[in-house]
């Protein structure tokens, strides 16, 4: 349901300038001035109407989301945050995928693709793999569970705001969907040549990325910071 009116182009440092000047003849009231809220993608100056419960506020000019109102978002992320990170050593722990041709099997675990580039003279690419598809999701889950543990809580912690900026700015570089989605169009390719056989720790990664993007998409960045303010401001 579209709950907002764009009302021009401005960052959040400078909204303030924005709402302080005259707009057709009229100063806006402080309300007004409380609810101006810049888009988090295309940087439209919205005027965000309070929401009722189940609403969700989505950009007039590029379609993203602004907020979904709803109570149970935090415990919804930890939920999916506690099951990802629990996920994750048994993907890093077992048998990832396999290739059998001529009576002959080889599987190999999820560190090992990063290995392999490493012992072909490929450092650099098997740190980007590695940091991407393992370091990166588990640090995005651990700051999830550092956010939403003390905000559930009503308890503010000094690293909230740092947790916060550093959450959203890394989310830019998480791309476990793009892996997942890489590695099934590669066995499509490769079922062609040889036997493939897809180990315990697949369908653990495919969890652990399921819960990675469900724990983020339950934190919508407006409700997340209205709510650190709540809990610093106490
Ligand atoms: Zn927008």
Known sequence: MLMANEQGMGRHSSLRNSTSVPKDGMEL??????????????????????????QRAVCPRCGGLIQVARDDHLTRALAFAI??????????????????????????????AAQILFQNDAQ???????????VLPAVLLALVLGL??????GRNAPW????????YGMNTWNMVEVFVLGVIVS?????????????????????????LIGAISHLDRLSVWQAIDRVSSR
């Open 83 to 112: 099951s990802g990170l629990l996920l994750l050593p048994i993907a890093n722990a077992y048998p990832f995928l396999g290739f059998e041709r001529g009576g002959l099997e080889n599987m190999f675990r999820l560190p090992q």
């Open 124 to 134: 650099f690419l098997g740190i980007i793999i590695l940091v991407l598809i393992v």
């Open 187 to 211: 066995l499509v390719k490769i079922m062609k040549l040889a036997t493939v056989v897809i180990g315990i720790s697949f369908w653990a990664y495919i969890g652990f990325a399921l819960c």
């Open 148 to 153: 939403v543990i003390p905000l559930i809580r």
């Open 29 to 54: 009231t402080k309300d007004q001035i409380d609810r101006q809220i810049a888009c988090h993608e295309c940087d439209a100056l919205l005027d965000l109407k309070p929401l009722t419960k189940g």
């Open 160 to 167: 909230l705001i740092p947790a916060g900026r550093l959450l």
